[in-house]
């Protein structure tokens, strides 16, 4: 699987999106697979977010993240991309299942914070 870490370099002219994944990945790691929905394509779904020109950003979370902690730290990768002139139009948080959770932590703390 390509590296989707937060970037070394960061680029005004690209666009930018955090991709949170499931809880399922925590509890399996990757693969992950669920009875009812299949297998958590996770690499294919960094690759086609990739593919639209985003920079994605994302990692395998440990077991049991604590959703509050782990906001605290995408707002504090998001406020770096800010602070090196990226537009907030710029920056996308996407979130599914428990990562869905965690984005809306980030939006809520962004927005009482900015």
């Known amino acids: 699987m390509a590296e989707y870490r937060f970037p070394d370099t960061i680029d005004p002219a690209r666009r930018y999106l955090f991709y949170l994944h499931?809880?399922?990945?925590?509890?399996?790691g990757i693969p992950a697979?669920?009875?009812d929905y299949g297998e958590y394509e996770y690499a294919a779904i960094l690759e086609k977010l990739a593919s639209y020109g985003f920079v994605v950003i994302s990692e395998?979370?440990?077991?049991n993240t604590d959703v509050?902690?782990?906001?605290?730290?995408?707002?504090?990768?998001i406020n770096r991309l800010?602070?090196?002139n990226i537009p907030p139009q710029a920056i996308t948080v996407v979130g599914v299942?428990?990562?869905a959770s965690i984005a809306i932590h980030i939006s809520y703390y962004?927005?009482?914070t900015r």
């Open 22 to 28: 499931g809880k399922i990945i925590e509890d399996q």
């Open 33 to 35: 697979v669920s009875p």
């Open 60 to 63: 395998q979370r440990e077991a």
């Open 68 to 77: 509050e902690t782990y906001a605290q730290k995408v707002i504090e990768q």
């Open 82 to 84: 800010l602070e090196a």
């Open 97 to 99: 299942s428990k990562g």
């Open 110 to 112: 962004l927005k009482t």
